[in-house]
């Protein structure tokens, strides 16, 4: 047995105490919806616009509820490394959002600041502590959500991010499982 194996136990174990108390479906569209293409490229291209009109080349990635890339947005002269950086906050907004209730990564990392599991957590494959995502909200449900990378300091990402969900959240709250299955058939 290799030293990283009581490692991994060990963080199994944080990960499944904290996680006792969240609902099986944490991290699984409750109530079927799925953001459509159309909305998931208006927020990254507003969050891009955000940040350019700031003289910030980023990337901006969507991801569904499932942490799947639904949707990545390199801007204009941004960097390789953020792809990687707004995917994965993204993901970690979606994936550990649900279960301790956060709707950003800037709160995420002011938990994992606190919490003794911090350090478990934050090595978790593609989980990033660092400013800059923000959930795409169906009422309570975290349905999407849009991550960048790029601009220098996360609170600047995060701010872009907000930007991007901002033009499209009054159209994801109102909208309609009916008119979704339908956007979904064509």
């Given amino acids: 047995m290799t030293k990283t194996f009581p490692a991994m ?23 079927g919806y799925s953001l459509p293409l159309n909305l998931a490229m ?9 940040c350019e009109a700031s003289g910030y080349n980023v990337t901006a990635t969507v991801v569904d509820s499932s ?32 279960i301790f209730k956060f709707d950003a990564t800037s709160r995420f990392v002011e938990l994992v600041a606190k919490s003794p599991a ?22 309570d449900e975290i349905v999407a959500a849009l991550g ?5 300091g996360g609170d600047k990402d995060e701010a872009c991010a907000e930007a991007g969900v901002a033009k499209i959240r009054e ?15 064509n």
């Fill in 148 to 152: 960048v990378g790029g601009a220098p």
């Fill in 118 to 139: 911090g350090p478990a957590l934050v090595s978790l494959p593609d989980i990033l502590p660092l400013a800059g995502g923000v959930a795409v909200k169906r009422g």
């Fill in 67 to 98: 942490g799947v890339v639904k949707l990545l947005a390199k801007g204009d002269h941004s960097t390789i490394h953020t792809k990687a950086s707004s995917f994965r906050k993204a993901y970690t907004v979606v994936t550990m959002g649900p």
């Fill in 9 to 31: 136990i060990t963080l199994a174990a944080i990960v499944s105490a904290t996680t006792a108390n969240a609902p099986a479906d944490a991290q699984v569209a409750r109530s």
């Fill in 42 to 50: 208006e927020a990254a291209a507003e969050a891009v616009r955000t």
């Fill in 171 to 185: 159209r994801v709250t109102s909208a309609s499982l009916g008119s979704t299955a339908k956007s979904a058939g």
